[in-house]
């Protein structure tokens, strides 16, 4: 029998539903996976080899009890460190909340629990996922399973890593620029980011909030499908959660089925900065969805060159006021209360101390520019140009079902290299950050290697709002032809560890 | 011309309440010089007349029932605080020594 962390999560609760195996030598063989490789790859920031064991035992139990089990019950998951957790600490990757146990679960921890997933443990994230490299976390950098000398990419490195590495057949993460899709992109697996407002927000630890959405990793399309199922929908505990049914997806995911649709290529993202060997598969995936059936055409977008700069605005903007939060006063880090300090002294010194460099630049440029005098030349111009980009999305769904670009502009680069330069290191979300400013759905999916470097390269498809169905039709279509032409999934061209 | 001076920079650090030191000022000052010079190409855009977007749904006012629920514990609530007394966060002084 090929190796249960090999396997994917369908084929896993396919197993345990047979009963062939069971949810304890499911998550046994993941506890002795990531004891075996994640010294390397330092994907996890928390484990509980005792209550992972203690969850799947109960999964087990239910299901001889003959009870009726949800489509992943006994499926071991990842779970990014910035959902808060009752049973386990929950950082965020900040030193300001280390050791810091959350009172109250997420909803999207709840319904993993209630979908009888089973909790690996917390992964590692870009400090208050505000990064693209997962070395901006406090707690040292994540590896990428395909180069342990490179980034797994950010903010959700530690998820993508984790699946990259079998340590875990699904993860979670959080987009709020591109934190879902740039990873899963430079580590050669499936990550989504839903409708904004698809996924709950309670009790994930919020950076931009009208940005932040919790999406899926996983090594298939179908995987991340069934997982965006399990933890998306109306949550009546966030206000900007919509009430309407879940989009299909898991049923699109098994359809794969394109012909006649109408595909856009954005032409505004080509050119200086893409790497050639991230083009060159971007420019043959777009002729595989051609030969699949789909009509492509050229698409302009003309204000996705602004959406950059303008995310660099609003997203830091909505950081400053969320981490006012961290007072010192309630929860988290306190330094300096030696009885001579006023609270407010004790706050600008924990603040100091507990939030790494990244998060005091946008700390810093987000009260820059909501400050007076300056609200209307930057924060006020840059909500401007969200409603451009919205409306240049708008006009190109007129034209097209899709549209699809690279993931990224490059492979993963190496540990270090932008690390003292947030300006290239932004430049890793170009394209998926529009996205995000319009709250639209997408998706990446692996497209190939690049030639120069034999690193992963991922194709990104969006679509409308609530139209999260039809990413993962494309992704599965696409998947399903280039695994026919690789004898395989992508991942099963990376070295071992 | 700078974007931003370090004074400029020095007073931001103090309204995001950040004790920051004279090192991280000046790398800070350096940094966010670029940023902003970067982030200011927003204004090259015609955007006369086009109304804000704050936010990506078309929601306003998202009301619930004013109803009673369970709630956290005065014990839960506590438990992560840094300092508690008598079911209460204990905090630095907040007024001054004459107040």
Redesign the interface.
């Known amino acids: 029998m090929t190796e249960l962390t090999r396997r994917t999560a369908a084929e896993l609760a396919a197993l345990m539903a047979a009963g062939e195996t069971s949810a304890v030598e499911v998550a046994q063989a993941h506890l002795d996976r990531i004891a075996a490789v994640d010294g390397r790859i330092e994907a996890f920031l928390h484990t509980d080899p005792e209550g992972v064991l203690e969850q799947a035992r109960a999964v087990d139990a239910r299901r001889a009890a003959g009870e009726e089990l949800g489509p992943l019950a006994g499926v071991p998951i990842a779970h990014k460190d910035v959902f808060t957790t009752r049973d386990m600490p929950t950082t965020a990757g900040s030193k300001i909340l280390e050791g ?5 679960d997420a909803t999207v921890t709840a319904r993993l629990r209630a979908a009888g997933l089973v909790i690996l443990g917390k992964t590692n994230l870009d400090e208050f996922a505000m990064g693209s490299s997962t070395e901006n976390s406090a707690y040292g950098p994540t590896r990428n399973p395909w180069d342990t000398s490179r980034i797994p990419g950010g903010s959700s490195g530690g998820s993508s890593a984790a699946v990259a590495a079998y340590e875990a057949p699904l993860a979670t993460g959080t987009d709020t620029g591109g934190s879902i899709r740039q990873p899963a992109s430079v580590t050669g697996i499936v990550g989504a980011k839903p409708t ?2 698809g996924s709950s927000r309670y009790g994930l630890i919020a950076f931009a909030s ?2 932040d959405t919790p999406g899926p990793f996983a090594r298939t399309v179908l995987d991340a499908a069934l997982l965006h199922e399990a933890f998306s929908g109306h949550d ?1 505990m966030d ?2 959660s ?1 009430d309407r049914p879940v989009p299909p997806v898991v049923e699109a995911a098994r359809r794969a089925e394109i012909a006649g649709l109408r595909v856009g290529v954005v032409r505004e993202f080509a050119g200086d900065g893409y790497q050639a060997g991230v083009t060159a598969r971007f420019d043959e995936a777009v002729e595989l969805l051609e030969s699949l059936g789909a009509k492509v055409v050229e698409v302009s977008c003309p ?1 996705f060159e ?1 959406a950059l ?2 995310y ?2 609003i997203a830091p903007s909505e950081c ?1 006021s969320n981490l ?1 939060r961290f ?8 330094i300096g ?1 030696d ?1 001579s ?9 924990t ?2 101390e507990g ?1 790494g ?1 990244e998060v ?2 946008r ?3 987000g ?3 909501l ?1 007076s005098g300056y609200y209307d ?2 924060y ?9 980009i ?1 409306r240049d999305f708008e006009a190109a769904f007129e034209q097209v079902d899709v549209l699809v670009s690279p993931t990224t502009p490059t492979t993963a680069f190496p540990i270090g290299e932008r690390a003292d330069d ?2 290239a290191m932004y430049l890793a979300d170009l394209c998926t950050i529009p996205s995000n ?4 759905a997408a998706i990446s999916v692996p497209c190939g290697l690049a030639d120069e470097d034999g690193l992963p390269v991922g194709l990104q498809i969006m679509a409308p ?1 609530l139209a999260d169905d039809r990413v993962y039709r494309v992704a599965a279509a696409v998947e399903r032809a280039l695994e026919s032409r690789w004898n395989g999934p992508l991942l099963a061209k990376a070295p071992e560890l | 011309m700078s974007a931003i001076t370090r004074d400029e920079v020095a007073h931001l650090a103090r309204l995001s309440r950040l004790a920051l030191g004279e090192d991280e000022l000046d790398h800070l000052a350096a940094q966010l010089d670029v940023i902003i010079s970067a982030v200011a190409r927003v204004q090259e855009v015609t955007a006369e007349d086009i109304p804000p977007t704050s936010h990506a749904l078309p929601l306003t006012n998202v009301y619930r029932p004013d109803e009673v629920r369970p709630s956290l514990s005065p014990e839960e609530a506590l438990a992560g605080a840094p300092a508690a007394e008598d079911q209460r966060f204990r905090v630095p002084r907040i007024l001054g020594e004459e107040a």
């Open positions: 810091w146990r959350p009172p109250y904004y407002g009208s940005l009546p206000a900007t919509i204000h602004y700069p303008a660099y605005l400053s006012a007072d010192a006063m309630r929860y988290g880090l306190r209360d009885g300090r006023s609270a407010e002294e004790v706050m600008a010194l603040r100091a939030f460099p005091k630049r700390i810093m440029l009260t820059y520019a400050s030349a930057y006020g111009k840059a909500q401007q140009v969200r409603t451009l919205t947030p300006m400013l319009a709250g639209n709002p």
